[in-house]
């Protein structure tokens, strides 16, 4: 099982894909842009556009 938004060469394995939410869909705490400053910083995104109803974030899904 893979949890993943694309099908990818590491998931040929995976007897099912189970689809992820979008960055654009989700809101998260970019730690990236923490890594590449000179000043200490948090970058917070929100979500753009809400997800369908069958789509779960991925913590959930782990969680259940």
């Known amino acids: 099982m893979a949890v993943d938004l694309f099908q990818r060469e590491s998931h040929r394995h995976a007897h099912w894909l189970i689809p992820g939410t979008h960055f654009l869909e989700r809101e998260e705490f970019s730690s990236m842009v923490i890594a590449t400053r ?19 974030p991925e913590s959930e899904f782990f969680v259940e």
């Open 38 to 56: 000179h000043v200490m910083s948090v970058q917070y995104t929100a979500p753009s556009v809400s997800p369908s109803w069958d789509v779960r």
